[in-house]
């Protein structure tokens, strides 16, 4: 049986970090998701839904690994998602990632291929959204 030699010259994902920053393509032409989309989408979600989408983001900051080849899929509402399930000693978590851009899939392709690095919690997202919106210059 062959073996093959890998040879990483840094940390998995190391390669596209993305800070709250360069998420959104407001500030960074790779970036994401634009920044008014998102706060669309995350500032009706009820408290519990809000919760549940940080540890989302948590667990992809901590690279833990998620399940399964990422699938972009229709709901009833017509909204492209993706479901993602990460594992436990004790159980599985899943969420049902609503995609808010084309370049959101592909993130998480990439995400899970180690191919890029998540330096970044919901809240930072937030407060980085709303500062492009209220047009405030960058503080990092």
Do not use: C
């Amino acid at each position: 049986m062959l073996k093959r030699n890998i040879v990483l010259n840094s940390a998995p994902g190391a390669g596209s970090n993305y800070s709250a920053k360069e998420f959104f393509i407001n500030n960074n032409p790779e970036g994401i998701v634009d920044a008014t989309v998102f706060l669309d989408h995350v500032e009706p979600m009820t408290p519990n839904s809000k919760q549940k989408y940080a540890f989302l983001w948590e667990l992809l900051k901590n690279t833990n690994n998620m399940l399964g080849m990422p699938m972009k899929r229709q709901d009833k509402n017509g909204l492209d998602y993706v479901w993602a399930e990460f594992e436990f000693p004790r159980g599985k978590v899943q969420f049902k990632i609503i995609l808010l851009s084309d370049q959101l899939f592909d993130f998480l392709v990439k995400y899970q291929r180690a191919e890029v690095t998540v330096r970044f919690t919901l809240q930072e997202l937030i407060d980085e959204a709303q500062r492009i919106e209220s047009g405030n210059p960058s503080a990092q």
